[in-house]
C-alpha cells in the first residue's frame, strides 16, 4: 500500500489550503483515513480522522477550521485547511485503515505518506 500526500505549501495567515491523500497498492476498502501533522522537533499527533458513515473527528486546535473528507471510489483523501495560522506549520501525513486485497486487515499506521510541508507565515 502506498500512500502520497501533497498539496503543501507557503500561505499566509488566514489563507487556506487543501491537502490530498492518494491511496494506491493491494488496498481493496478504505474504511478509515487519518491525517497527522508533526511540527519541528515535536511528536506526530493525530489533526483529523474520518470513517464508517463519513464520521469525523478533529483535534481541539483545529476544529471549526478543517474538513476532512473522502473520495472511496477514487482512494483518496482530503483535508481542507482554512484560517491557517503559523502553528500549523508542519509536515502532513496521512495513513489509512482497511481490507488488503487478499481480506487482510489493514490498520491505521501500518502505512504512511512522505509528508507535505504546510508553512503559515508572514
Known amino acids: 500500500v502506498q500512500l502520497q500526500a501533497f498539496g503543501g505549501g507557503l500561505v499566509q495567515p488566514g489563507e487556506s489550503l487543501r491537502l490530498s491523500c492518494a491511496v494506491s497498492?493491494?488496498?481493496?476498502?478504505?474504511?478509515?483515513m487519518i491525517w497527522f501533522r508533526q511540527r519541528s522537533g515535536e511528536r506526530r499527533e493525530q489533526v483529523a480522522s474520518?470513517?464508517?458513515?463519513?464520521?469525523?473527528t478533529y483535534s481541539d486546535d483545529v476544529e471549526g477550521r478543517f474538513i476532512i473528507s473522502r473520495d472511496n471510489a477514487e482512494k483518496k483523501g482530503y483535508l481542507q485547511m482554512n484560517r491557517l495560522i503559523p502553528e500549523d506549520t508542519a509536515v502532513y501525513y496521512c495513513?489509512?485503515?482497511?481490507?488488503?486485497?487478499?481480506?487482510?486487515?489493514?490498520?491505521?499506521?501500518?502505512?504512511w505518506g512522505q509528508g507535505t510541508l504546510v508553512t503559515v507565515s508572514s
Open positions: 497498492g493491494s488496498i481493496s476498502s478504505i474504511i478509515s
Open positions: 495513513t489509512v485503515g482497511g481490507t488488503g486485497s487478499h481480506g487482510e486487515i489493514i490498520s491505521v499506521g501500518d502505512f
Open positions: 474520518i470513517t464508517y458513515g463519513d464520521y469525523t
